[in-house]
């Protein structure tokens, strides 16, 4: 596809900043090719590590140990006699921690699958990994076991497009006793360090490689266990709790079995509901960041393995709030965190104004030095109005009335931005437009270069006010106004938020209505306030937010749900009628499992709640193909185009928000909402899942226990057998 945008004129004083001129320079990878199709990830918090299939990590791939957005080995390679191992069986045991087992290779004096080798490796404050050896073989064997290390220290910008050479400025301490290598990088005020520990020390360190000279007899087993601890500055990260042993079997500290015990109960005659439901909970307990603002600890999610292990200020958010039935520590962590670092000041550099909440925080050497943008970044144009909709959230949720009046004056800045610089030319819309050389064209959730585009596959000029943000907008106001009714004592406000809201949802609906195709809403206007006339799935986030009147919502819920947008697994991201619409492309023809999460609850809200079921249901159905995880995204082929989801290609795995969303489907199918002083539940299960139980919810300072079976559903304290009206009470079987 050609992009074509208006180019400015001597007497248009707009420059050209469409999507299309904010493409980074330079080759980029997303993931490592070279790894196959076996790569193994294993994250929790900030550090990952990424290998093939084998446990290795070869030198010029994009692999390796990465923590904090610095890449700390890029070369992790076991041989024996310097052949690589077989992989006879390999894979993650949790989202920390893989397994992988191993055979050596036909050699000269040693036939194949003799040597068996076992690599067990879990990150947690750093990398960890145990080596074992059994010899199989009848008569004694001498080998020579090698692992290469490397190390280059690159920025995670860097790892996915080309970077310098840091090889001249890293130096090294190896230790002669073969226990340790030590590699130390500095570059003005930005210092990293790494260092390889091994026990039994190795017999032989041969340049940057460790080396075991083995004699093998028949049963013998060898066994090394290699430790590359991560201490980095003022952010370290927590101590693991964690031993080789416990890969499996979790210790009572662990991040996994707190969660286990803190979070809700889930009881359900539907197997797939409690996989999907544990899988998730892991998946997020790996994504959590623990850390601590001005004395105060909080907790807060990353966004994806493997290169979003950071907070992003839109994935946080949404996240926090699709996980609010587990609890509200999360979205206080989110609330908190993003308000810290709320801009006050103009830089046209990061895309900074004052009351803008940031999209993305990155601490690695490129951003710690001001050569990129991200320490933070705050081109998003949406982001604010989220923290917005999850401090009501959080309130409604736990009636905090203390957080609240606390980040009061962050949310009038927040408001204030919305209103002053939000609206960049005053027609009452929040608009985007990068100031920044390195910022993003596209700065709603569809962020790639053509995830905005009109129905013909034109690329529309900026400034873009999207459709979706307004929606956001109108909700945040709402909310806002209720806080303002309520824990901020003022009336005033209450009624000028009311009012804004109304004149915002009257605008809309005449502005972005098309009344073509059967009526539906444009993505958004463009720079020359035409509207962008493509059809997507952003429609439904209209419903989530309440901006849609009710006589136009049978038309999205008819849309969303025809074949041109319903794949079968899922919602598309544009219409298979419009010209830009492919399948495997990032925003204009995948699933997203977070976008569709947003969907059904709007048409939940709405009362269409088969279609919202169908939704789900389809979604549930396409992470059985996936071990129970929901990807990023998938491609948007039809369902009738094969028995399970087309992968896309480049899919992080897991990602919060895809980890979130059947938290949400299962609170859209309890109908979950918060009254003044107790949980309301307006349950519709698909009749697939049978009887569901999610008990111990917490919620406005007490647990409560759902139980749900149809439209049938009883809501109770979870101490006390307190039975909604007109409920009929559930015989709930099978735990999760």
């Known amino acids: ?34 790894l196959g199709p076996d790569a193994i990830g294993v994250l929790e918090g900030r550090t990952f590590m990424f290998s093939d299939a084998a446990g290795d990590v070869p030198k010029g791939s994009i692999a390796g140990l990465v923590h904090d957005d610095t890449r700390f080995l890029n070369q992790w390679e076991l041989t024996i006699d310097d052949a690589p191992l077989m992989v006879l069986s390999s894979g993650t045991v949790d989202a920390y921690s893989a397994a992988f087992f191993l055979a050596n290779a036909d050699l000269p004096h040693l036939p194949a699958n003799r040597v068996g080798v076992r690599r067990q490796r879990f990150v947690g404050d750093g990398l960890y990994e145990r080596v074992e050896l059994r010899y199989f073989g009848t008569e004694t064997t001498s080998i020579r076991l090698r692992l290469a290390i490397g190390t280059d220290f690159a920025d995670l910008f860097e790892i996915k497009e080309s970077g310098r050479d840091r090889t001249p400025d890293i130096t090294r301490q190896h230790g002669p006793d073969g226990s340790a290598l030590g590699f130390h990088y500095r570059n003005g005020s930005y210092v990293a360090s790494v260092h390889v520990e091994a026990d039994p020390p190795a017999d032989l360190v041969d340049g940057d490689a460790l080396v075991w000279d083995l004699r093998l007899e028949r049963g013998q087993q060898w066994t090394c266990e290699l430790s590359v601890p991560l201490r980095c500055g003022a952010e370290n990260t927590r101590p693991s709790v964690r031993g080789f042993g416990e890969a499996v079997d979790h210790g009572p500290d662990d991040p996994s079995t707190r969660w286990v015990t803190e979070k809700p109960t889930l009881h359900a005659e539907a197997e797939l509901l409690r996989e999907v439901y544990h899988r998730s909970a892991i998946d997020l307990v790996a994504m959590r960041i623990e850390k601590s603002i001005a004395g105060e600890p909080v907790v807060l999610l990353s966004a994806g393995l493997p290169w979003f292990l950071t907070t992003f200020g839109r994935d946080t958010l949404i996240t926090a709030y699709q996980t609010m039935t587990c609890g509200p520590e999360v979205a206080r962590g989110a609330l908190i965190v993003l308000a810290r670092h709320q801009a006050t000041a103009f830089d046209d550099f990061t895309d900074q104004e004052p009351g803008k909440i940031f999209h993305e925080y990155r601490s690695g050497e490129l951003s710690q030095l001001g050569v990129k943008p991200y320490r933070p970044y705050y081109g998003g144009a949406d982001t604010t109005a989220l923290w917005l909709i999850l401090l009501s959230e959080y309130w409604r949720w736990t009636r905090d009335d203390a957080l609240v009046l606390r980040l009061r004056g962050n949310a009038e800045a927040a408001l204030g931005w919305i209103d002053r610089h ?27 270069p053509d995830g905005v585009q009109y129905a013909d596959g034109t ?278």
């Open 459 to 736: 690329i529309p000029v900026l400034p873009i006010a999207t459709c979706e943000t307004q929606g956001y907008t109108y909700d945040a106001k709402l909310r806002m106004a209720e806080l303002a009714d309520g824990p901020w004592d003022d009336p005033e406000l209450a009624q000028r938020l009311r009012a804004d809201a109304a004149q915002l949802r009257e605008r809309f609906n005449r502005d972005y209505w098309i009344p073509e195709r059967g009526g539906y809403y444009a993505i958004g206007l463009d720079g020359d306030k035409r509207p962008i006339d493509s059809m997507t799935s952003n429609m439904g986030h209209l419903l989530w937010s309440g901006i849609v009147p009710d006589d136009r919502a049978g038309q999205l819920a008819r849309h969303l749900m025809s074949p041109e947008m319903f794949s079968g697994w899922g919602v598309r991201t544009l219409s298979t009628s419009d010209v830009g619409y492919n399948p495997i492309g990032y925003h204009v023809g995948t699933v997203w499992p977070h976008d569709n999460s947003i969907i059904a609850a709007g048409l939940a809200r709405y009362g269409y709640r088969e279609e919202a079921n169908r939704i789900a249901m389809a979604m549930l159905e396409a992470s059985r193909h996936s071990g129970y995880r929901l990807p990023e995204a998938f491609s948007g082929y039809d369902r009738s185009f094969g028995r399970q989801p087309v992968p896309y290609p480049t899919a992080c795995n897991p990602q919060a928000w895809a980890s979130g969303a059947p938290l949400l489907f299962l609170r859209t199918m309890l109908g979950l909402e918060l009254g003044e002083d107790e949980l309301h539940a307006r349950a519709h299960v698909p009749d697939e899942l049978g009887r569901i139980g999610l008990h111990r919810v917490a919620a406005l300072g007490q647990h409560w226990n759902i139980d749900a079976s149809g439209s049938d559903c009883r809501v109770s304290l979870a101490d006390q057998a307190i039975q909604t009206a007109g409920a009929a009470p559930v015989d709930v079987t099978g735990t999760g």
């Open 1 to 34: 596809m050609t992009a074509t945008t208006r180019r400015p004129t001597p007497a248009d004083p707009r420059p050209d900043l469409s999507a299309e001129s904010r493409v980074p320079s330079g080759a980029c990878r997303d993931l490592p090719p070279e």
């Open 422 to 448: 939000g609206d960049r030319d005053g027609d009452g819309y929040v608009e985007y437009a990068t100031r920044s050389t390195q910022g993003l064209g596209n700065q709603c959730w569809r962020d790639s």
